[in-house]
Nanobody, 118 residues
Framework: QVQLVESGGGLVQAGDSLRLSCAAS????????MVWYRQTPGKQRELVAE???????NYADSVKGRFTISRDNAKNTVYLQMNSLKPEDTAVYYC????????????WGQGTQVTVSS
């Protein structure tokens, strides 16, 4: 069982920066790909950025050049550095990860609110 706990959300102004963190804890042998998603009311959850264990990354077009995903495998933690924030980045940001004890399973965090005012 893996618990994912996000932190770092908040209210900022357009152009500001925020850094989200997501720490995995619990009983597991490995943590695989870690992903940040976001969701606004009435819309589907969308992928923001993902990172493999080896450090390969993938970003949504809307955040390329502004957001950077990274991870610390020793701490089982993933980060999302968000720069040049825009009002349209306002959403609840969710951490997602694959964890393995005996078999691989997918886990979600509880979400953290990011609000960008214009």
């Amino acid at each position: 069982q893996v618990q994912l706990v996000e932190s770092g959300g908040g209210l900022v102004q357009a152009g500001d920066s925020l850094r989200l963190s997501c720490a995995a804890s619990g009983t597991f042998a490995s943590i695989g790909t870690m992903v940040w998603y976001r969701q606004t009311p009435g819309k589907q959850r969308e992928l923001v950025a993902e990172i493999t264990v080896q450090g390969s990354t993938n970003y949504a077009d809307s955040v390329k050049g502004r957001f950077t995903i990274s991870r610390d495998n020793a701490k089982n933690t993933v980060y999302l550095q968000m720069n040049s924030l825009k009002p349209e980045d306002t959403a609840v940001y969710y951490c997602n990860a694959f964890g393995k004890l005996i078999s691989w399973r997918n886990y979600w965090g509880q979400g953290t609110q990011v609000t960008v005012s214009s």
